[in-house]
């Protein structure tokens, strides 16, 4: 399986980011996905993750700013951040069942 990032970039404080991770093989569906992102200096941490039968769990730090979503026709994964905060600079990562991971998008924000 291999895991692929995409969608960071810079943004100002407030806007807005979709990131998407695409998954090859076959095994995406049963299998629960997340996100994870790391900032300068810190450890990796947990962002949120959404079971195979769709239920979402967010960190405190982002609930009610993002969405994670699936389309599994695709075998993608997607996390919505909106009202982005400069705290949320980061390499953000996917990752399938907590055992594969894709190599990061960066994400910026700032003015």
């Known amino acids: 399986v291999q895991l692929q990032a995409s969608g960071g970039g810079l943004v100002q404080p407030g806007g807005s980011l979709r990131l998407s991770c695409a998954a090859s093989?076959?095994?995406?569906?049963?299998?629960?996905v997340g996100w994870y992102r790391q900032a300068p200096g810190n450890p990796r941490e947990w962002v949120a993750s959404?079971?195979?039968?769709?239920?979402?769990n967010y960190a405190p730090s982002v609930q009610g700013r993002f969405t994670i979503s699936r389309d599994n026709a695709k075998n993608t994964v997607y996390l919505q951040m909106n009202s982005l905060k400069p705290e949320d600079t980061a390499v953000y990562y996917c990752?399938?069942?907590?055992?594969?991971w894709g190599r990061g998008t960066l994400v910026t924000v700032s003015s």
């Open positions: 990752t399938l069942r907590g055992t594969y």
């Open positions: 093989g076959n095994s995406f569906s049963a299998n629960p």
């Open positions: 959404l079971s195979r039968n769709g239920a979402a």
